[in-house]
Nanobody, 125 residues
Framework: QVRLVESGGGLVQAGASLRLSCAASGRTFSSYAMGWFRQAPGKEREFVAAISWSGRGIHLGDSVKGRFTISRDQAKNTVYLQMNSLEPEDTAVYFC??????????????????WGQGTQVTVSS
């Protein structure tokens, strides 16, 4: 069982940066691939980024390539989403998710077993 808690969201102006954190509980965190998704009002949940269990593999969604990156700190049981050059279109609730299957960096929602409660990111123009 893994419990995920996101933090770091907030209200920023376009062009600013934010770093989201996802703190995980559970001894098996280090063996799970991790992902970030987001959901804007009235839209479906969208893949943002994923990282392999080792941290050596990264997969980013097309809309965030070149602006966002994902990393993990195994010692702290934490995954990060660094968001740069934020745009109003990035406004959404951001969710952290864990994939216990051992497969790496999947971008489909159904691949993830555990989800956090989400953190709101609002980007003003």
């Amino acid at each position: 069982q893994v419990r995920l808690v996101e933090s770091g969201g907030g209200l920023v102006q376009a062009g600013a940066s934010l770093r989201l954190s996802c703190a995980a509980s559970g001894r098996t965190f280090s063996s799970y691939a991790m992902g970030w998704f987001r959901q804007a009002p009235g839209k479906e949940r969208e893949f943002v980024a994923a990282i392999s269990w080792s941290g050596r593999g990264i997969h980013l969604g097309d809309s965030v390539k070149g602006r966002f990156t994902i990393s993990r700190d195994q010692a702290k049981n934490t995954v990060y989403l660094q968001m740069n050059s934020l745009e109003p279109e990035d406004t959404a609730v951001y969710f952290c998710a864990a994939d216990s299957s051992g497969a790496t960096m999947r971008d489909d929602l159904g691949a993830y077993d555990y989800w956090g409660q989400g953190t709101q990111v609002t980007v003003s123009s």
